[in-house]
């Protein structure tokens, strides 16, 4: 069983940054597509960004609403995956979820499906002045 740990969430003023963190002790994240999801009071869940494994393509996907604002890395020597996310608007305020995938997929799919086989626990964002 994969747990997957998020951290670096928090309250930060429209405009600021914040990176988020999605660690799995003990199993390899290089091994699974990752994706970071969020969801709002009252909203769906949203697939904010994702990333294949390495020995895919390592591809990335962003979706429109953080294009150009937000970046998904990994740091396979830390074994995390991170979300960078810069000029944050209110509207990115919601609880943030890391999700693992196994099988082949990309990550395209993965944020546009949700289907993961792993989630974490969430991390609070709130952006607010």
């Known amino acids: 069983q994969v747990q997957l740990v998020e951290s670096g969430g928090g309250l930060v003023q429209p405009g600021g940054s914040l990176r988020l963190s999605c660690a799995a002790p003990?199993?390899?994240?290089?091994?699974?597509?990752i994706g970071w999801f969020r969801q709002a009071p009252g909203k769906e869940r949203e697939g904010v960004s994702c990333i294949s494994r390495r020995r895919s393509d390592g591809s990335t996907y962003y979706a429109a609403s953080v294009k150009g604002r937000f970046t998904i890395s990994r740091d396979n020597a830390k074994n995390t995956v991170y979300l960078q996310m810069d000029s944050l608007k209110p509207e990115d305020t919601a609880v943030y979820f890391c999700?693992?995938?196994?099988?082949?997929?990309?990550?395209?799919?993965?944020?546009?499906?949700?289907?993961?086989?792993?989630w974490g626990q969430g991390t609070q964002v709130t952006v607010s002045s």
């Open positions: 999700a693992a995938y196994s099988g082949i997929t990309t990550a395209q799919v993965l944020c546009i499906w949700g289907t993961a086989d792993y």
């Open positions: 003990g199993f390899t994240l290089d091994n699974y597509t």
